[in-house]
């Protein structure tokens, strides 16, 4: 290549990582894959190593990619310097490169009677954090490198980061790891953001980072975040190598990964390398390749840094599984709040294990930028996610017959012109009242177990608004045993069974109904802080928009929204045929103290089905003096084992000797327990 036009070509590509890079790290909705970002920053790192005259510390392959929103205090966090910079790794996905580097470093530190310590590449979002006397005083970002955001407040309320050392800790030291957010957490969060009409993360790892940096931490909470750390700066720590600091940071009873392998030589680290690009399948989190560190610290001191990542440490990342089918249609679902979500349908292929059917295409936008065509051969990869994504189309066989994918200009349910609000990346159906798709999920909603806790699924709320039985929540507190039983199917028990739990939802809490009722933007924190705040329906209806934005957590958009649903008369009128159903639109009295200190100091990590919901199982732990978690760890006093329990936490428990309880075993801990006797009283059909 000509000189300048390579100095042309290294603009272009700093300017496209700069981009890719914010895109990635701040804004947690990156448009190109890892991969793909990867091969641009090789390009780069190749032509500045051609041409050294246009080396710049300012190039993206000469500094970490930064998760800070802009100066300061931005972004709602302070910022604060690192004790040690917090780097990046160089990665390849080509083994003759780990070759490479395990041959450099016997040649560096001239002798080979060293080892490596082979590392799982978790793919999640970095964080920091400084112990002080055995207690948790401070968690940073990596941000920079060189300063990162103070999140302190949010790590505290991820469940396996220990607020307390136990052991023989030293007095101050940082250890770094990264915050991870487990498929299941994952999944539950984006189905919960698809109901609120809220758009969903592209992947676990957005799904983390944009969770660590939420204002309120009690949200933080909920996420399910979970940490794994795997990194002591060998300067802040006096061991001999890598895993005995590590070790000893796990008896300290911080969490460490059990996947850790000490390998001697480069056979033992490719062994290493092709069980992990099996075996990651079977891990409940993401992980995106492997990292081989030089274990012992005197090593590491002697090979040092580069202004960018240590000497001593290479990933090696996995590719993700990609499969090519055809593109055979686009489906458009309307969820309750009226957005359009399109859905592409393929022909099915073999993907990771399992045939894949259908893939996500999250809006009009991506459609466009990827100009998908019915009839396209499409890529689709798999992040461990239950269902995938296309990630390009491959125009090399694109055939003559494919047809442009217009988005529909009309509700595919109800047929009413679609409107793309302005900041919208998506369409939504405005015939709120009559389009039946958002009806039929509104109700769904109200009865889900989060909310009301209705036995009814997909089929009864069909049945029961093709019947007209029901086309609002208040139309199911007025259903007649009669009209169940002419139903198709519908047998005495079934009625029964379905009324009683009707009649049971009488008894859900002010924050639950909050929930149910379906408020755009107003998930279940949200529902729950406003129901402390406000504490009645009426008190909330009569707070200005300004008002709702002085809560926690509640900006401009959520405020709106809760004012314009609360000013709307036919939403107004709902509300006041459920209040004459007897349902909870204030706080009691004395609600929210707790009920007995049954469970005080107990750490309870719950798992399986129970005869009522697992919210309200934690709910009563919460109220009992308890607290829930949502791993296991020596800190776990009891698995609480439903039916059908996860066999990963069963496994864990045992190896820890940590006790199982039944739920039987549960209410007999709790004092006189109504859910327990409702839920007898229910079965005696
Ligand atoms: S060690 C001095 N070990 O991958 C570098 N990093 O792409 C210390 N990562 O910035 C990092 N798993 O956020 C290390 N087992 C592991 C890791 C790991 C994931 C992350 C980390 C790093 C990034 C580089």
């Known amino acids: 290549m000509q000189k300048e036009s390579a100095h042309s070509r290294i603009l272009e590509l700093r300017a496209e990582l700069e981009r890719h890079s914010r895109l990635y790290y701040v804004e947690n909705a990156p448009e190109i894959s890892d991969f793909e970002f990867d091969r641009l920053m090789r390009e780069l790192e190749d032509l500045e190593a051609e041409y050294p005259e246009f080396r710049s510390p300012d190039s993206p392959s000469a500094k970490v990619g930064s998760d800070l929103r802009g100066a300061k205090a931005s972004g709602g966090f302070v910022q604060?310097?690192?004790?040690?910079?917090?780097?990046?790794?160089?990665?390849?996905?080509?083994?003759?490169?780990?070759?490479?580097?395990?041959?450099?470093?016997?040649?560096?530190?001239?002798?080979?009677?060293?080892s490596y310590s082979c590392e799982l590449k978790f793919d999640g979002t970095a964080i920091c954090l400084s112990y002080k006397d055995g207690r948790l005083v401070r968690a940073l970002t990596r941000g920079d490198g060189l300063q990162g955001d103070d999140i302190t407040a949010n790590a505290l309320k991820i469940s396996n980061i220990p607020h307390r050392l136990k052991g023989d800790f030293p007095p101050e030291f940082e250890i770094r790891g990264e915050v991870l957010m487990p498929y299941a957490a994952f999944e539950e969060l984006n189905r919960e953001r698809e109901e609120l009409g809220d758009a969903p993360f592209a992947n676990p790892r957005n799904a983390a980072s944009g969770s660590l940096k939420l204002l309120n931490p009690e949200e933080v909470a909920h996420r399910g975040l979970w940490c794994t750390l795997y990194h002591i700066p060998a300067e802040s720590v006096e061991f001999a190598s890598h895993s005995e600091a590590l070790d000893a940071a796990a008896s300290w009873g911080l969490p460490v990964s059990e996947h850790r392998r000490i390998c001697k030589d480069i056979n033992d680290i490719e062994a290493y390398i092709r069980?992990?690009?099996?075996?990651?399948?079977?891990?409940?989190?993401?992980?995106?390749?492997?990292?081989?560190?030089?274990?012992?610290?005197?090593?590491?001191?002697?090979?040092?840094?580069?202004?960018?990542?240590?000497?001593?440490?290479?990933?090696?990342?996995?590719?993700?599984?990609?499969?090519?089918?055809?593109?055979?249609?686009?489906?458009?679902?309307?969820?309750?709040?009226g957005a359009v979500t399109p859905v592409a349908n393929l022909e099915p292929v073999q993907l990771a294990g399992t045939v894949i059917r259908r893939a996500t295409l999250n809006n009009e936008d991506q459609i466009t930028q990827m100009d998908i065509r019915i009839g396209d051969w499409v890529f689709i990869e798999k992040g461990g996610e239950i269902i995938p994504k296309i990630t390009g189309v491959d125009l090399n066989k694109r055939q003559s017959g494919v047809s442009p994918a217009p988005f529909p200009t009309h509700c595919p349910d109800c047929g009413t012109p679609l409107i793309r609000p302005e900041g919208e990346a998506r369409w939504f159906c405005p015939n709120t009242d009559g389009c039946p798709m958002q009806i039929k999920g509104r109700l769904l909603h109200f009865c889900g177990r989060k909310a009301m806790d209705i036995l009814a699924g997909?089929?009864?709320?069909?049945?029961?608004?093709?019947?007209?039985?029901?086309?609002?929540?208040?139309?199911?507190?007025?259903?007649?045993?009669?009209?169940?039983?002419?139903?198709?199917?519908?047998?005495?028990?079934?009625?029964?069974?379905?009324?009683?739990?009707?009649?049971?939802?009488?008894?859900?809490?002010?924050?639950?109904?909050?929930?149910?009722?379906?408020?755009?933007?107003?998930?279940?924190?949200?529902?729950?802080?406003?129901?402390?705040?406000?504490?009645?329906?009426?008190?909330?209806?009569?707070?200005?928009?300004?008002?709702?934005?002085?809560?926690?957590?509640?900006?401009?958009?959520?405020?709106?929204?809760?004012?314009?649903?609360?000013?709307?008369?036919?939403?107004?009128?709902?509300?006041?045929?459920?209040?004459?159903?007897?349902?909870?639109?204030?706080?009691?009295?004395?609600?929210?103290?707790?009920?007995?200190?049954?469970?005080?100091?107990?750490?309870?990590?719950?798992?399986?089905?129970f005869s009522v919901s697992r919210d309200r199982i934690k709910e009563l732990i919460a109220l009992h003096g308890g607290k829930s978690s949502s791993s296991v760890s020596a800190k776990t006093s009891f698995l609480l084992a439903g039916e059908k329990s996860g066999p990963e936490k069963l496994r864990k428990c045992e190896a820890l000797g940590i006790p199982l309880v039944s739920e039987q075993e549960f209410w007999a801990m709790i004092p006189d327990n109504k859910d327990k006797v409702e839920y007898q009283e229910l079965t005696l059909f």
């Open 80 to 114: 604060r310097a690192h004790r040690y910079p917090m780097l990046s790794l160089s990665n390849t996905y080509s083994l003759s490169e780990i070759e490479d580097f395990a041959r450099r470093a016997d040649k560096l530190l001239g002798t080979d009677s060293f």
């Open 275 to 337: 069980k992990w690009d099996k075996d990651r399948e079977d891990l409940p989190y993401a992980t995106d390749g492997i990292v081989i560190k030089i274990n012992e610290l005197a090593n590491q001191r002697s090979l040092g840094y580069t202004a960018k990542s240590p000497r001593w440490a290479v990933a090696f990342k996995f590719k993700a599984e990609q499969a090519c089918t055809r593109l055979e249609s686009i489906s458009y679902q309307v969820g309750r709040t």
């Open 458 to 609: 997909d089929a009864t709320i069909e049945m029961l608004f093709e019947g007209k039985l029901a086309s609002s929540p208040a139309d199911l507190y007025e259903l007649k045993p009669q009209s169940l039983l002419a139903l198709p199917g519908w047998k005495e028990k079934s009625v029964l069974r379905f009324l009683e739990s009707i009649e049971k939802s009488k008894g859900a809490s002010f924050e639950r109904v909050l929930f149910a009722l379906g408020i755009r933007h107003v998930g279940q924190t949200t529902a729950k802080t406003l129901a402390k705040h406000f504490r009645s329906i009426d008190a909330l209806a009569d707070a200005s928009v300004e008002v709702l934005k002085e809560v926690g957590d509640v900006g401009e958009v959520i405020a709106q929204s809760i004012w314009d649903f609360l000013h709307d008369s036919a939403k107004l009128a709902e509300i006041g045929r459920l209040r004459a159903h007897a349902l909870k639109f204030s706080l009691e009295e004395n609600e929210g103290a707790k009920l007995s200190s049954a469970l005080e100091g107990k750490t309870i990590v719950v798992s399986g089905n």
